[in-house]
């Protein structure tokens, strides 16, 4: 049996042996928040799943050992800090055995990094996982897990990321993975319960149906410093920008994705079209509104390379080139900006803006050293910058 999973986790390859073996034929239905992509003639499944239908095949893989675990984190690590990252949240830890190799690997100092992990909340049976998460919950001094992340949808690609209108030539909004009424309710409990919640959101309809449900946990439990978060926001609606401010809300982009590439060109605005094309992350206008901005690589699935997302955001175009066609460049913003959201940006959605993000007296010393001035240089070299030194608590950990 075959499984090959894409770039963006939401969709994969399986061959006939891994249908048979997961059951999956003609008759299957598709689960709730997911696509077995068929012939349009028999219905015989044709090996492409999408979003949760790839969990049908996915739980017959066998599970890592926790020394592949552990192996795998500190490797991850080291490769963090070649590129100047002292600083992680983890959007998505599946196996309690992933959390506890983070807290042991920081509590002995192999891995030199504060981090933040989280674990899933899944709409079937996340009251079961709050009860669960509550006896999980831990706050050390460089490792603390007290994030909750949910799925609001898929990716405009697969077409799973849900749209509040169809896409363009066909009847299909995408999948909204929870219902309204249960996102409201499932953030407003963790909101309740002291958790800090993380949404990947890509589509304008799950971006809406997200801040909606923010603003009701505020309704229902007032306003609070959980320092909320909504990731990848690829296509918000113009109506949705000032949101992100009015609720406190920070907006995490993965500005690497910005500039148009075979995703954006030949997957993305074709099947969104001309209005809404020009909707695409819209991290000034976001940022104009005063929102609070952080940058994040959503690696392994982009580059780890803060430095390739930065050039991006200041360009809107392809790392290296200076001439070429750039995408929305009117949502581009300064260096300065970008900046900030990788260091005191991203201290702040971790909650250590008062020991790091900023090299201030009586902070902690994570410092790093480029080998070239970045407001010196032409934006279209900033990626080929590279980290020299890097320092944890004042240690030098990484030299080039």
Partial sequence: PVILYSADGHSAWVNSK??????????????????????PDTAEPSGTLREDAMILVGKFLPAYSKKQIETGLINAAHKANHFG???????GIGEIDGLYAYRNLSRSKKVNLRISASQYAEPADWRKSLEKMKTLRFIDKNCRMNTVKLFADGVIEGRTAALLEPYLGTEDRGILNWHPDSMNSAIAAFDKAGFQVHVHAIGDRGIRTTLDAFEYAQDINGPSDKRHMMSHIQ????????????????ASFQSLWAYPDDYITQMTIPVLGPQRSEWLYPIGSVERTGAHITGG?????????????????????????????????????????????????????LFLEDKVGSIQVGKRADIIFLDRNLFSIPSHEIHSAKVTHTFFDGKLIYEK
Avoid at 18 to 39: C, Q, V
Avoid at 235 to 250: V, Y
Avoid at 309 to 326: F, I, L, N, S
């Fill in 18 to 39: 891994s249908l048979k073996l997961a059951g999956i034929d003609r008759h299957t239905p598709d689960p709730l928040n997911g696509r077995i992509e068929r012939d």
């Fill in 85 to 91: 990252i002292t600083g992680i949240l983890d959007a």
């Fill in 235 to 250: 296509l918000i609606h113009p109506n949705d920008r000032p949101r992100f401010n009015e609720l406190g809300i920070t």
């Fill in 297 to 349: 690589s959503d690696w392994t699935v982009s580059s780890l390379n803060p430095l390739d997302a930065v050039e991006v955001a200041v360009t809107r175009r392809e790392p290296g080139e200076h001439k070429g066609a750039a995408l929305l460049p009117g949502e581009a913003v300064g260096l300065s900006t970008m900046l900030k959201a990788y260091t005191i940006g991203g201290a702040y959605s």
